[in-house]
């Protein structure tokens, strides 16, 4: 596994506090979202070929959409992990948190992606 880089980790999770603080969703809403991101960019990180994944953060009307792109044109596989097992389990996690998650392949690599239907605080 490649070396996470915690400082790029916390400031995709402040950015996305704070596009969200800025339009009001509940801290409820902001701490699956952020789950939901980190657990992204971790799979992009060991996964995806790319020393630094793109992350973009869009918020229309209610709906958050976060993307994370990554180099790799393998897609995501959803895994049932064994009970006592340490990895396998950040798309289940993803799919918990958010309304709505899927991969679009790119030219060079993927972006998968989450929405959340999101209630003002």
Not at 14 to 23: E, I, N, T, V, Y
Not at 27 to 48: F, I, K
Not at 88 to 116: A, C, M, N, Y
Request: proline share 8%; net charge negative.
């Amino acid at each position: 596994m490649r070396h996470l880089n915690t400082p790029s980790l916390a400031i995709a999770r402040q950015s996305l506090r704070d596009a969200m603080g800025r339009c009001g969703y509940s801290p409820s809403a902001t701490a699956d979202a952020e789950l939901a991101l980190v657990e992204m960019l971790v799979n992009a990180w060991r996964h995806g070929g790319t020393p630094a994944p793109l992350v973009l953060i869009l918020a229309v009307g209610p709906t958050l959409r976060v993307s994370v792109s990554d180099e790799s044109p393998d897609l995501p596989k959803k895994q049932e992990p064994a009970p006592l097992a340490q990895s396998g389990r950040g798309l289940l996690l993803i799919e918990g948190l958010t309304h709505r998650w899927g991969v679009d392949p790119q030219e060079r690599g993927k972006s998968v992606w989450f929405e959340l239907e999101l209630e003002a605080a």
